[in-house]
């Protein structure tokens, strides 16, 4: 699902608009697509740690369920690994003898166990540990280590509270 948004006859697309759209009350409910409901749950239970409306949120606010996904940033797939990360945390989940960051096969149940990786990361990172997490996905457990913390980035910190917020409203 790609979303759009027009601001003085300008059309804007991505995170950005989806963000603003949702800002603006104009997007209800997350939807999770009834092909990767069943996906989600099984990788979810991966990392119990964190809930599946977590991960289902993640994965809605990084590609809006769109495996062929690509960022700017160059982050790839429907969980957006960016390629340096992926060569480290890919996994071979369905086990067809590759690990591709293009399969949600392969790439939902990677991003549920970077979830994982991440929490151990940031487990001696001052505040919420669930955020930390979530801003360790987003900016790197580098950072949120550096900053003690949620890193003071707009993007981050804008991510989590989406994140936070999405998990409340998910539909299964």
Request: aromatic letters at 8%.
């Amino acid at each position: 699902m790609v979303i759009g948004l027009v601001v003085a006859g300008v059309i804007f697309s991505g995170n950005w608009a989806w963000q603003t759209a949702k800002s603006y009350g104009l997007i209800g409910p997350v939807q999770v697509p009834p092909d990767y409901r069943a996906l989600v749950l099984s990788s979810a239970q991966r990392c119990p740690a964190i809930p599946p409306e977590i991960l289902a949120a993640q994965l809605a606010n990084e590609s809006h369920w769109n495996p062929k996904a690509t960022s700017s940033a160059g982050a790839q797939g429907i969980a957006q690994f960016m390629p340096e990360v992926w060569n480290q945390v890919g996994i071979d989940a369905n086990g067809d003898g590759a690990a591709n960051v293009w399969d949600p096969e392969d790439a939902i149940p990677a991003a549920a166990d970077f979830n994982c990786l991440n929490r151990k990361l940031v487990k001696n990172v001052s505040g919420n540990r669930l955020n930390n997490t979530l801003a360790a996905y987003n900016a790197g457990h580098g950072a949120v280590r550096k900053y003690d913390g949620i890193p003071p980035f707009p993007e981050t910190q804008n991510y989590v509270k989406a994140i936070l917020e999405d998990a409340k409203n998910i539909s299964w």
